[in-house]
Each structure stands twice: as C-alpha cells, then as structure tokens.
C-alpha cells in the first residue's frame, strides 16, 4: 500500500477548496501579489473586491442587517451572497500564505 505525501494531499486540498469558489469571486494574480503587500487587509481592501453595495452591506451592525431583512429592503439572499464573497475572497488571502 503506497502512502500519499502529504504535501501532496494538502495541495490536493487546496486545489479541492479553490476549486469551490466561484469564478466570479476569485482575485486575479495581481490582486494576490497586492494581498502579499498590504500591510492591513481589512476593511478597504477587502472591500475593493466587492461591489459598492456588498461593501455596504458587510459594514452593517448584526442589528441594522436584520432590521433591513424585516423591512425587506435587503434580501437574506443579497446578505448571504455579499458575506459568501467577502469569505471567499478572505479565504484566498489568507491561503497566500501556504502557497
């Protein structure tokens, strides 16, 4: 029975993980190099890989976010979806550093 490394099942991983979100949400190669350098990544830089209206969002207090849900000038939809992409985009950073 032949043992896998385990540097190469981490990579395999990685790559499963990746390969799970979406086209739309990935950073490009530039995005990861400015990722490397930045010293904050939070808030305005996360946020400028999101739409105007996903960064607004994810801005909001837990308060305010259900408050718009009930008045339904938000959707559940749109809060998830804008939270799904900032993980996502949070989950590629942070993976710069095993790379």
Same mark, same amino acid.
């Given at each position: 029975m032949s043992q896998i490394p385990w540097q190469d099942q981490a990579a395999e991983k990685?790559? =499963?993980?990746?390969?799970? &979100?979406?086209?739309?949400?990935? &950073?490009? +190669?530039?995005?990861?190099?400015?990722? =490397?350098?930045a010293r904050n990544l939070t808030g305005p830089f996360i946020h400028s890989f999101l739409?105007?209206?996903e960064a607004e969002i994810v =801005?909001?207090?837990?308060?305010? +976010?259900?408050?718009?849900i009930a008045s339904s000038s938000l959707s559940s939809l749109e809060v998830a979806s804008a939270y799904c992409k900032t993980a996502a985009i949070a989950h590629q950073i942070v993976s710069l550093s095993h790379n």
């Open positions: 990685v790559a =499963r993980t990746a390969a799970k &979100i979406p086209s739309k949400w990935r &950073i490009s +190669l530039e995005d990861r190099d400015r990722a =490397r350098k739409s105007e209206d =801005r909001l207090d837990s308060v305010t +976010l259900v408050q718009r």
